[in-house]
């Protein structure tokens, strides 16, 4: 597509459900990432995935949190037994492979989810 | 481990007056420096980036950074703004030995610009 969509771009949930982040990156782009924003934050890392290769899951807060990436190109986030520090806007980023930062990330327009 | 600190939260500015948004960062390694705006309600735009050459870096609707090795610095300065730049503005780094990893984001400052 021309751009990374995230899908749902609003989600209520109610505690302790879990939810299901959708991420469709650029065609082509074989990085992609996730951030989260929380209410007057800056960004914070949660997961990258290069390729095939192992993700860096370093940023991940919790073990409620997991991620993948499907065949190199959707990758969706789930949230296990959602809380309410869990609500923000999850933002999604794609990059061609190394040249990451030559060209910056494209983002999509986020999924703000609020836990009540 | 790097880090980017943008000190003023919020930024009030009247229109057509000049704004400067601080952002420091601290790495032990060579990194890219990047300058994100997002508007109200969508996702965030690479604004400018400075990767080499040049240490003055300028964007298409005015915006110019200006990276300072010795202050560790990536100020970002318009000469005169326009209702239009109110925005959440972030600052970004990168590692320039791991291109495709992740960037590291500051808290973020955000321009309220007055008419």
């Known amino acids: 597509g021309a751009g990374v969509s995230q899908s749902p771009s609003n989600k209520v949930t109610e505690k302790g459900k879990d939810v299901e982040l959708r991420c469709d990156p650029i065609s082509g782009h074989t990085a992609l990432y996730w951030y989260r924003q929380s209410l007057g934050q800056g960004l914070e890392f949660l997961i990258y995935f290069q390729g095939n290769s192992a993700p860096d899951k370093s940023g991940l807060p919790s073990d409620r949190f997991s991620a993948e990436r499907t065949g190199g190109s959707v990758s969706t986030l789930t949230i296990q037994r959602t809380q309410q520090e869990d609500s923000a806007v999850y933002l999604c980023?794609?990059?061609?492979?190394?040249?990451?930062?030559?060209?910056?990330?494209?983002f999509g327009s986020g999924t703000r989810l609020t836990v009540v | 481990a790097q880090s980017v600190t943008q000190l003023d939260s919020q930024v009030p500015v009247f229109e057509e007056a000049p704004v400067e948004l601080r952002c420091n960062y601290s790495s032990s390694v060579s990194v890219y420096l990047f300058w994100y705006v997002q508007y109200p309600n969508q996702g965030l735009q690479l604004l400018l980036k400075?990767?080499?050459?040049?240490?003055l870096v300028e964007s298409i609707n005015g915006f110019e950074a200006e990276f300072n090795k010795s202050q560790t610095s990536f100020h970002l300065r318009k000469p005169s703004v326009h209702i239009s730049d109110t925005a959440e503005y972030f600052c970004a780094v990168s590692e320039v030995d791991n291109a495709g990893n992740m960037l590291t984001f500051g808290g973020g400052t955000r321009l309220m610009v007055k008419p």
């Open positions: 400075y990767l080499s050459g040049s240490t």
């Open positions: 980023a794609s990059s061609l492979a190394a040249t990451g930062a030559n060209y910056g990330y494209t």
